[in-house]
């Protein structure tokens, strides 16, 4: 397997959990909070699909489809466009008021599909790019990339968890 291929499974297995746990649920259940304080699986969703969008993007050089596709304006969140989730406290969480399945997996489907085709001219040379020098050390793309494929695995799965959690 080639590292465009290794990275696109990686992908695709946060796309299978993502639809796993947000498929069919009712929007009391996507909106649930199971503490005053714990993320919602809208909020968790909508956030893990905010990073791969926003850190895709911004290695590929590409307009994220959260303001390109006008996703922002339809989910009508209080939050500048930019904001993808990072910092937010409980207030922000409760915010987050996405009740609608289809809404959410749209938003989430539409970055996969963009992350998997420009995955798919991704080679071995490229993971070495440096892609952010506010760090010590830079950030490659391959670690960068590794970074989104953890960070959306670990928000997928606590939302699949919640899920169970909540009885969906």
Same mark, same amino acid.
């Given at each position: 397997?080639?590292?465009? !291929?290794?990275?696109?499974?990686?992908?695709?297995?946060?796309?299978?959990?993502?639809?796993?746990?947000?498929?069919?649920?009712?929007?009391?259940?996507?909106?649930?909070?199971?503490?005053?304080?714990?993320?919602? =699986?809208?909020?968790? =969703?909508?956030?893990?699909?905010?990073?791969? %969008? %926003?850190?895709?993007? !911004?290695?590929?050089?590409?307009?994220?489809? *959260?303001?390109?596709?006008?996703?922002?304006?339809?989910?009508?969140?209080?939050?500048?466009?930019?904001? =993808?989730?990072? !910092?937010?406290?409980?207030?922000?969480?409760?915010?987050?008021? =996405?009740?609608?399945?289809?809404? #959410?997996? !749209?938003?989430?489907?539409?970055?996969?599909?963009?992350?998997?085709? *420009?995955?798919?001219?991704?080679?071995?040379?490229?993971?070495?790019?440096?892609? %952010?020098?506010?760090?010590?050390?830079?950030?490659?793309?391959?670690?960068?990339?590794?970074?989104? #494929?953890?960070?959306?695995?670990?928000?997928?799965?606590?939302?699949?968890?919640?899920?169970? #959690?909540?009885?969906?």
């Amino acid at each position: 397997m080639d590292v465009a !291929g290794v990275f696109t499974d990686g992908f695709a297995r946060i796309r299978e959990v993502v639809h796993e746990a947000v498929d069919g649920l009712p929007a009391e259940l996507l909106l649930a909070r199971p503490g005053p304080d714990a993320n919602s =699986i809208s909020w968790l =969703i909508w956030h893990l699909t905010r990073v791969q %969008d %926003d850190h895709v993007a !911004g290695v590929a050089d590409t307009r994220q489809l *959260w303001t390109a596709q006008d996703w922002h304006h339809r989910f009508g969140l209080p939050f500048p466009a930019a904001d =993808i989730g990072y !910092g937010h406290r409980s207030e922000d969480v409760a915010a987050v008021r =996405i009740g609608d399945p289809e809404l #959410l997996l !749209g938003y989430y489907d539409a970055v996969h599909e963009h992350t998997t085709g *420009w995955l798919a001219g991704l080679t071995a040379a490229d993971l070495d790019r440096v892609v %952010d020098e506010h760090w010590d050390p830079p950030v490659t793309l391959g670690v960068r990339l590794i970074s989104v #494929l953890s960070d959306d695995l670990q928000h997928a799965g606590q939302a699949a968890y919640l899920r169970g #959690l909540l009885g969906g």
